[in-house]
Structures are given as structure tokens and as C-alpha cells.
């Protein structure tokens, strides 16, 4: 081989590699463009293979109550969404930087933890997955079949996606992430803590009896799972025959002190406490702090409006009914509180660092 043609074949893979990298770089670039506003809004985790779907948000924030609710409504409005694989979901979001949460709200059902939700993301501070299935899903499952991460711990596979899917709306928002789980989540913080070692933890909790007469009233999933097939697992374990035996007030009450008990095993210095009683304009800008968010002023227009409306229905006006609550409880409700529900609630305020919030 002659030193010029040496030195042509040397020039030619220098133009090769410089075409392949800049082509890398275009399809990256393109990849992050087409997938801009395309976001997760569910995972299907099958042995056959799994999945992510995504919908095309265009210019919609998160400004629904509920994550679910809003995903629902761009539905119906025929936004456009597509389906990948896990490999797929998992190479686009290396696009962007991994995200944790800012904070988290754990809470008992009927608390006021939608109204505190509704107040982290006010004036556009945060961005709040309130109760969002894909978190949910990432959260409780035990295996990921399918999704082509077999072998890896369990506890890494979950940060993994987890990382990746915030990360992804992390980027798209440019907010602070504020994560409220669901009812079930407070039995399971040790699980969070494992993922997010330093992450603030709010739990919102409420006077039992008051819980107590939301749910009768409209009873929550919580409570729903008093139908589980048996050998469904429930806040109690296991489903079995028994469950069907106790009255709907009973079966309320024993599982609202499953709530409370899972919030009193996880006290710690990370940890605060939020009773209904003292959810306020000034405990929600503590809290904000305590999250790291934009600071609102207690007194702050955006903040008053969130004080100011239902919190499941901003069409709504916020009216007290605390009272009523309490005077619409039969005595026999009134008793299973008082032997099994209060006592665990007043441990919680009485040994949790609320007074430091």
C-alpha cells in the first residue's frame, strides 16, 4: 500500500466517523424533539412482552386534581398517543437527567391531602402527580416481566424506571416534582425510603371520625376492598371468608387503623405530620419550604384561591364539615373509633415532629 493511498483510506473512516457522529447526534436531537411533549402515562407489564403509553400533552401542564383524571379528559379529546417498549421508553429518557422528588404526601383517605396537593403546584411552583397510575404501578408491583430487566435487583430496577419517568416530565415542565400516592402508600413508606433515602415525607391524616364518615358516604377503593376475591391481598392480608362477616364499619374502622398504624412506624426526622385541623395557608407554605419549592407568600392570591375551593372541584366553593361529620356517625361507629382507630391517631400527634413542620 503506496503512503497516498494509506493517507486517502486514513481521510476516508475520518469522514466516516465525523458522518456517523453527527448522525448520531441528529437522531438524538430528533428523538428528543418527537418526544418533547410525548409523555408515559401507563405501563402493561406482561411476560410476553411489556409496554409504555404515551400521549401527546401539546401545551397541557398537569393542572388537573388527579393525574388520572387529566390523562382521562385529554382522551376524550382525542390526543394522540402511541405505544414502545420498556427498552424504547428507557433510550429515550437517557435524553434527559434522572429526577427524584422534591417531596412526598402520604396520606389517610379524606384528609385534605388533594387541597395540600393543590397548594404545592399553585402559581405554577411544582409539577404534582396526585394519585398517578404509573407511579402506582411502579410502586407496588413485586416484578417487572417482560420489560427486559431480568437479573437486576429489584429495588434498582424500580429507581431505574422510576428516574426515567420523572425524569421525562421533569424536562418537559422544568418544575420541582411533587409526588401525592395513594391511600396505600402510607403502609409503605419504608419502600419509598429505600428509593428516596433523603426525600421530605409529608403524611396527611384527619381526626378518624371524620375519615370514617367520608367513606361511608362515599365509600373510597380502600373500602370497596372489602369485595376482594379471596385470597386477594388487602390492607389486611389476605382476603378470606371472615372479612365478609364484619359490617362495612367495622371493616372501615379496622382498615383506617391500618392507615394510622403504617404512618406511626415511620416517624422519623424526614418525616412530618399534618393533621386536617391545622391544614392552613401558613402550614402550606412551610411546607413548601420544607419541599424546596418557589416560595408563595401565605397571603398570596394563587394560594388563597386554592384555600378557597373544593379541592376535587375547583368549580366548587370549600365549605367546612367537620361537624356534620362527626354528628352524622352512628353510636355503634362512634365505638369502634374509640377502641380501635383513635387511640393510634392520637399516639401519631403525640410522638411526631408536627409541631416542627
Not at 435487583?153 to 424536562?171: N, P, S
Not at 428516596?196 to 364518615?213: L, T
Not at 361529620?325 to 393510634?344: C, N, V
Request: with cysteine.
Amino acid at each position: 500500500m503506496t503512503k497516498a493511498t494509506s493517507t486517502k483510506m486514513a481521510k476516508a473512516t475520518t469522514i466516516k466517523k465525523a458522518k456517523a457522529t453527527r448522525s448520531k447526534k441528529a437522531k438524538a436531537t430528533r428523538n428528543k424533539k418527537e418526544f418533547e411533549r410525548w409523555l408515559p402515562v401507563r405501563f402493561i407489564f406482561r411476560p410476553a412482552g411489556s409496554w409504555v403509553l404515551w400521549m401527546d400533552f401539546g401545551t397541557q401542564e398537569l393542572t388537573d386534581p388527579f393525574f388520572n383524571q387529566q390523562v382521562n379528559r385529554l382522551q376524550r379529546r382525542r390526543r394522540p398517543m402511541r405505544k414502545t417498549t420498556i427498552a424504547e421508553f428507557l433510550d429515550v429518557a437517557k435524553l434527559f437527567p434522572p429526577a427524584s422528588p422534591n417531596g412526598y404526601i402520604c396520606h389517610v383517605s379524606r384528609c385534605g391531602s388533594t387541597l395540600l396537593a393543590n397548594a404545592m403546584k399553585a402559581g405554577g411552583r411544582s409539577t404534582v402527580f396526585s394519585e398517578a397510575q404509573p407511579l402506582y404501578q411502579l410502586l407496588n408491583r413485586d416484578d417487572f416481566p417482560g420489560a427486559g430487566l431480568e437479573g437486576e435487583e429489584i429495588t434498582a430496577v424500580r429507581r431505574k424506571l422510576l428516574d426515567a419517568f420523572l425524569g421525562l416530565y421533569a424536562a418537559s415542565f422544568a418544575n420541582p416534582i411533587v409526588v401525592k400516592g395513594h391511600t396505600i402508600d402510607i403502609m409503605q413508606i419504608d419502600k419509598l425510603r429505600a428509593i428516596w433515602p433523603e426525600m421530605p415525607i409529608v403524611i396527611s391524616i384527619r381526626h378518624p371520625s371524620e375519615v370514617i364518615a367520608s367513606n361511608l358516604e362515599k365509600s373510597g377503593d380502600w373500602i370497596n376492598s372489602i369485595l376482594s376475591p379471596f385470597g386477594e391481598k388487602t390492607l389486611f392480608g389476605v382476603a378470606g371468608p371472615h372479612f365478609r362477616q364484619m359490617s362495612i364499619e367495622e371493616y372501615a374502622v379496622r382498615g383506617l387503623e391500618k392507615l394510622y398504624d403504617g404512618a406511626y412506624r415511620h416517624l422519623d426526622e424526614r418525616t412530618y405530620v399534618l393533621d386536617y385541623s391545622d391544614l392552613n395557608s401558613e402550614t402550606a407554605w412551610v411546607l413548601g419550604r420544607r419541599f424546596g419549592l418557589l416560595e408563595l407568600a401565605s397571603d398570596d392570591p394563587e394560594i388563597l384561591r386554592v384555600f378557597s375551593e373544593y379541592s376535587k372541584n375547583p368549580r366548587k366553593s370549600f365549605e367546612p364539615d367537620q361537624e356534620r361529620k362527626h354528628r352524622e356517625l352512628t353510636d355503634s361507629a362512634h365505638q369502634l373509633i374509640e377502641r380501635f382507630a383513635l387511640p393510634i391517631y392520637t399516639r401519631i400527634l403525640h410522638q411526631s415532629n408536627v409541631a416542627n413542620l
